[in-house]
């Protein structure tokens, strides 16, 4: 996908399709945003380089295809996107982006896509309010989507979204999460806007409700995933290959499936070393001494098995998105789909 991923030869003709396809949608998607004021057009510009993978948009397209059942040939199956399609594409895309944006605020983060955040660029004002115009540029275009019930979905999943932050800030610094909470956290920040995505593109497609209910719930399965992959890259990852801000999660008090995993199997006394570590690692500057805290930590997760029981978790919850597909006729789109739900273990960034 968009050109980070070793495509299998057999998938490359719809791979083709959906380069094709996003294409349209990053055109739509700039032509939503134009604006004669300078300051936010610079401001619109410098957010392009956060287009990373594209995922939602490239699922409302690949789900846009599974609902029609086709197998035709990629110059073909560009010609089954209706401007819906991709409208709604530019839609999940732009509400993703404003989710960056405001989450670098929150995580005082200063790398995105190896350049530097708006937050850190203009401050945090601009960025907040940068967000906020991407998020009301998303509803204005969603506005012009004929279906009523697009629209609502998509205001729906945002307030979804916006809890799952809220549920998150409530549990900051609470070392006692637990993994329901964590899941439901998961669930409400990123599966819901990947569920959402899939959805919206069968919806589009005219599909059946059983269908766009199995592919919502294939996408809200494989949004939770790739946040555990986040989460697992956030503590093990290096920032010049990820290419953000690494380590974060910590620094803001946010436990994550490892940690929490490490909190419940340690023996006492490495429980309460654990505590006592990430109790400082939210009061302790980014510092050489700090690093080598997180990578002592990290280590002994490690010894425990957490990391391996975060990375197993992700690929059993990948396992069952994929067989939500079973509601859809085998073919080359679905097997696409498929290994677009493999590459979120196997990524790297």
Known sequence: MRGV??????LLPINDAILTGLERVEA??????????PPV???CAHIERYRGKMLRPTLVLLCGLAANGTSE?????????????IGLGAVVEMVHMATLVHDDVLDEAEMRRRGQTVNALRGNEAAVILGD??????????????SRRAALAVGDTAMTMASGELLQLHHRENLSLDEPTYFEI???KTGALVGLSCSLGAAASGADEDTVLALKRFGVDMGTAFQIKDDLLDLTGDESVVGKSVRRDLAKGKLTLPLIHALSEAPPETRGRLLRDVRNMSETRATPAAEAAVDQLVATMRDLGSIEYAKASAERIVGRAKASLRALPESPV?????FSADSVISRRF
């Open 5 to 10: 991923l070793e495509i299998p030869e057999n």
């Open 28 to 37: 739509c998607f700039d032509m939503q945003l134009e604006t004669d004021i």
């Open 41 to 43: 057009a610079d401001l």
């Open 73 to 85: 040939e990629s110059a073909d199956l560009c010609d089954l996107w209706t401007d819906e399609h």
């Open 133 to 146: 115009y991407l998020l009301a540029s998303a509803y204005h275009l969603c506005s012009t989507v004929e």
């Open 186 to 188: 998961l669930e409400r």
């Open 334 to 338: 679905r097997d696409f789909i498929e």
